[in-house]
C-alpha cells in the first residue's frame, strides 16, 4: 500500500468519525432504534465486480452500521460488564491495526514482532501482579472469555492426564484414562462450551449445588479419584458472588485435582484492596481465566488464560494471535495501580448505590451486591420480560433479563468507570418508568 495522499485523509476521516461516535456516545440511544434497522437491508448486496470507493464504504459504515450499534461502551449500559472507553487501548488499537503482526510469545523461535511480543508480556506480568497470582505464571490473550477458558482447560487436560501417564496431544482422548470434570451448578455457559469443544461432554460434567448466592459450596464435592479437573468460579453471571476459593482448592487439591477458577469478571476484584478479600485463596488455584476487557476497556472479544504450570500452557495454545495484549498494556500504563484500584472501587460503588435507590422505590433486590451485578425482581416471567423490553425501547439505559435460582429477574450489570450518579438516577427513572 503507498501510503498517498487520499489514504492519508481516509484514516483521518475514519478517525473523526470515531471522535464523534466518541463525543456522542454519552447521549445516544443505548439501544438499536428501530428505525435504523431497515437500512441494514443495504448491506445484502451481491459481491461488487469492481471496486467501491473506500470513502463510501466508510460512510456506509458510519451512517448505516453504526447507528444500528448498542451503545454498550456508554455510561449507560447495564446488559453486561463491560469498561468504557479507555482513551490509551483505543489508541494502541489503531497502532496495532497498522502494524497487522502477530504478538504471540513463543518458546520456539525467535518472535516475528519483538516489540509488540516485549509490551505484550509485561501486559501479562503486569496483570499476574495485579491479579495477585503465583509469580511466573505463564498467560496467554485469547479471542474472548470462551477461548480463554478453552486454553486453560486445555492445559488442565494435559497435566492431568500428564500424571496419569497418558500424552494427550500424542494420543489424542481415545482410551485416555476418563478425567472427571466438576462445577457449580451455576457455572457460567463459556466453561460448558469450553468443556464440550474438549470433548469432555456436558452431560458428563458432575454439578454441585450452590447456596443462595450462586456460590459452590465445597462440602458438597464428592470424593475424587483419577485425573480430575474442579472448576470454581470468581464472578457469579447473575450475583456476581465469588465461590470459597480456600476451601475448594483444599478440598480438590487432597486428592491431587486441579482447580480451574473461571473469572471473567471478578478475578479483578483482587485489584482493589477493599474487594481483594472476595477473592482470597485465588492464588492457590492452577488456572484462571479473566476478560480485560469487563473493566480495562481493550476490544470486547479479549480473554486471558492464566496457567501457573507454563509447560502445560505451551502444550493447549495456538502458535499464532492478535496483538490485543498491546491494548491491554496501552489501558494498565495509562491506569497504573492506583488507576485500576480506583476504577474497580468506583464502578462496585456504583452498582451498591443503583441497588439502594432500586430498593428504595420498593423494588426487591435479590443478591448480595458485592461486586458489579444486581438482580431486581419484578413478579412474574411475563412482567419482567415486560419491564426489561420498556427500559430497552425508551433507550435511555440497557438491562438484561434472566432467571435467577427459579426467579425471573432483572439483571444489571456495570462496568464502566464514567458512569455518574446522573447516569444512576437516570436508569432508576427509567425503569420505574417502565414498570410503572
Not at 461502551?73 to 488499537?93: D, E, L, N, S, W
Not at 482447580?259 to 482470597?280: E, I, K, N, Q, Y
Request: aromatic share 6%; net charge negative; charged share 15%.
Amino acid at each position: 500500500m503507498t501510503l498517498n495522499g487520499l489514504v492519508e485523509e481516509l484514516l483521518r476521516g475514519a478517525a473523526d468519525r470515531a471522535l464523534r461516535y466518541l463525543r456522542e456516545l454519552p447521549d445516544r440511544p443505548v439501544a438499536v432504534p428501530p428505525d435504523a434497522l431497515p437500512r441494514l437491508a443495504e448491506l445484502d448486496v451481491p459481491l461488487p465486480d469492481k471496486p467501491v470507493p473506500v470513502e463510501d464504504l466508510l460512510a456506509l459504515l458510519d451512517d448505516v452500521v453504526a447507528p444500528a450499534t448498542t451503545a454498550t461502551t456508554g455510561p449507560r449500559f447495564f446488559g453486561f460488564p463491560v469498561a468504557g472507553p479507555v482513551p490509551a487501548a483505543i489508541a494502541a488499537g489503531w497502532l496495532t491495526a497498522a502494524w497487522g503482526c502477530d504478538a504471540t510469545p513463543t518458546t520456539a523461535e525467535a518472535p516475528s514482532a519483538p516489540g509488540p511480543v516485549a509490551a505484550t508480556e509485561t501486559a501479562l506480568r503486569w496483570l499476574v501482579e495485579l491479579l495477585g497470582l503465583p509469580a511466573g505464571t505463564a498467560g496467554r490473550f485469547t479471542a474472548g472469555h470462551t477461548a480463554a477458558n478453552v486454553v486453560a482447560l486445555a492445559a488442565a487436560r494435559h497435566a492431568v492426564l500428564a500424571r496419569a501417564g497418558w500424552n494427550v496431544a500424542a494420543n489424542g482422548l481415545f482410551g485416555a484414562p476418563p478425567v472427571t470434570v466438576v462445577t457449580g451448578d451455576e457455572v457460567h455457559p463459556a466453561v460448558l462450551k469450553a468443556l464440550a469443544l474438549l470433548g469432555f461432554g456436558q452431560n458428563r460434567v458432575t454439578r454441585v449445588r450452590v447456596d443462595g448466592q450462586g456460590r459452590l459450596r465445597p462440602t458438597l464435592i464428592p470424593p475424587l479419584t483419577g485425573p480430575t479437573i474442579v472448576c470454581a468460579q470468581a464472578g457469579n453471571a447473575n450475583s456476581g458472588a465469588v465461590d470459597p476459593l480456600t476451601a475448594i482448592c483444599a478440598r480438590a487439591h487432597d486428592d491431587g485435582a486441579w482447580v480451574h477458577v473461571d473469572g471473567g469478571f471478578g478475578l479483578c476484584a483482587a485489584a482493589s484492596p477493599l474487594t481483594r478479600d472476595l477473592v482470597a485463596g485465588a492464588a492457590h488455584a492452577d488456572s484462571w481465566t479473566t476478560d480485560p476487557g469487563t473493566w480495562l476497556g481493550p476490544p470486547f472479544d479479549t480473554g486471558l488464560a492464566l496457567v501457573r504450570d507454563a509447560e502445560a500452557l505451551e502444550a493447549a495454545v495456538w502458535p499464532s494471535g492478535s496483538a490485543s495484549g498491546v491494548q491491554v498494556w496501552a489501558a494498565l500504563a495509562a491506569l497504573g495501580r492506583d488507576g485500576v484500584a480506583e476504577l474497580v472501587e468506583r464502578v462496585c460503588a456504583a452498582a451498591r448505590r443503583f441497588a439502594r435507590e432500586l430498593a428504595g422505590a420498593g423494588y426487591p433486590v435479590l443478591n448480595e451486591v458485592v461486586l458489579n451485578q444486581i438482580l431486581v425482581g419484578f413478579g412474574s416471567a411475563a412482567r419482567t420480560a415486560e419491564v426489561v423490553a420498556r427500559v430497552r425501547a425508551e433507550g435511555v439505559c440497557f438491562c438484561g433479563g434472566t432467571v435467577w435460582q427459579g426467579r425471573p429477574a432483572m439483571r444489571i450489570s456495570l462496568g464502566n468507570g464514567a458512569t455518574t450518579d446522573e447516569d444512576i438516577a437516570r436508569g432508576v427513572t427509567a425503569i420505574r418508568a417502565a414498570a410503572a
